[in-house]
């Protein structure tokens, strides 16, 4: 048998707690109900370019991903694909693409959450500035309705790199929801407060009556407030990860 031989990027001495934080926000994902089977992909990068980055193995369950498992790619040897360890051709086309187009993207976590999904099904998934949580998306969000079934090629990456760019959330139209962060914590305190943003809207529709939606200038002011609060992400994800080490450690092995 003829083995494949791919250049894997020497990984950095300083990222274990990267990988253990990333390796908690998959736990976390399937507690919290947003898992989907063995699919979708959280990521974050290893390099200052964003290129170099973790991924999870292919068809691993969230429930079951520890800080050792998860792979480290560089975006631009698409030889990785051919390995038996290859992740799936839609995180490579994601996840890949987006580290390589917008290196500010230090975390990337993609899920199929149930009132972010039920939101970004809408004609129009626009989330309207109607309470503290929504608004503090305000101006942050891209919006992708341009839905071509499982993203796995090159220019399906490319098109939501373009929609996502300058933004921290992207909604994808008829699929799911797309959040980035400086850190895994921030990214998953955003994860964590766009699910009870679309929640609350999908709510408040549901009773029929007009939403009592925002005006622009105060919605800014709230989402512009919502940034001397940033501490929290941190302090909750602390919180959140000691849950984890209650119930079994080794998911930080």
Known sequence: MTMVSRSIPAEPADITGLRQDLAAAFRLCHRFGWSESVGNHFSAAVSSCGRKFLLNPRWQHFATVRASDLLILDADSPEVMKGSDAPDPSAWAVHGTLHREIPEARVILHCHSPYATALACLKDPTLLPIDNNTARFFGRIGYDLEFGGISDTASEGEHLARALRGHAVLVMGNHGVTVTGETVADAFEDLYFFEKAARTQILALSTGCPLAVLNEAVARDTAEGWV???????????YL??????????WRD
Do not use: C, I, P, V
């Open 228 to 238: 001397s609060y940033r501490g929290m992400a941190e302090r909750h994800f602390d």
């Open 241 to 250: 990860k000691s849950t984890l080490d209650a119930e079994d450690a080794s």
